[in-house]
């Protein structure tokens, strides 16, 4: 069986989510996901804001753990690596995928892709900074080649991808779907595909796998990650059964415990109605939960929220 991952999330892929997929975990030695942090900002780290120990804590499993930095500066960047380096993980991830305006107009995330020279001297910076396994998240690139139809040109992604495997990077996660589409979009897996038999690093694909057969099934032809599944569903990795109301209650209040314990207070709400958008499609009624979890301004009052809905539809 081939590797299964967590995705990158900005405000979901932290340490109180990793506990929560890693308490469906009955035994020590059954084989686990690599974890991909949130997005660190390089300038961030450097600078040392008061919220990047969060932002670093690599519990519980380090040795799983792959930080990703978002940034545009190839020094800033490599200054970034440096400290992470020094820190137990498994790897560090160049984000060159990020497609939210904020990040764009910073010239970082899917931008990178637009500059093959710049995204190599980021990569040679970084392979220089760390001999932790250096890897690269991408999308298929910014927009469709000038002349073609909506299609992204697999040549150039794949020039791309040569020049990141040329500079150092040993590990590339496609997410095959040009900056400006969204999730209704279908992702393209017959790129990953195609990278995959060009290309002498592994390429791992994720997008749209939407429960656990489907995870199962992409990870027999290569390293399979997921983002929104892993939230809506954290038994996942650990092949868990699908859960009846009652564990479901017991799992968001596990939930709610492991985030009051490891993220700052500051962070609680926004977090909890992050992962609350995904998990609530669990529910019968997942919309009208979610809306009533929006309203509420507490950990607290959340799980009171959840402990009604569950007691009023016990099915
Ligand atoms: C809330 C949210 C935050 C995300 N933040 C990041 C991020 O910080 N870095 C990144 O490379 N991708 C980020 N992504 C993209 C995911 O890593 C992933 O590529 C995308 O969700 C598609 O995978 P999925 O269909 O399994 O969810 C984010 C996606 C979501 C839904």
New binding site residues.
Partial sequence: MAEHIL??????SHRALRELIESFFDRPDTPRPEYYS??ISAAGLLSGGPFEKWYLDGGPRQERLVY?LLGSDPEKLAAAAGVLDTLPCLGIDI?M??AAPAITRTGAGVRLMEDIDKAGRIAAALRKATKKRLSV?MRLGSRPPPGSDDLPGFERLLTFCRRLENEGVEFIAL?PRLAGEK?KRR?RWDYVEALRKELSIPVAG????GSAAGLADRAKAGPA?????AVKEPWVFAAAPRQSTARLEETAFRFLDLLSLHQPPEFHLSRAR?FFRYYCDNFTWAEYLRNKINREESLGGIGRVIHEYCRENPR
Avoid: S
């Fill in positions: 995705a990158p999330m900005a405000e979901l949130e997005m990703q984000n995928g990020c998240k997410h999730f992702a994720n997008g749209d796998i990650m997921i983002g929104r599944l992050r």
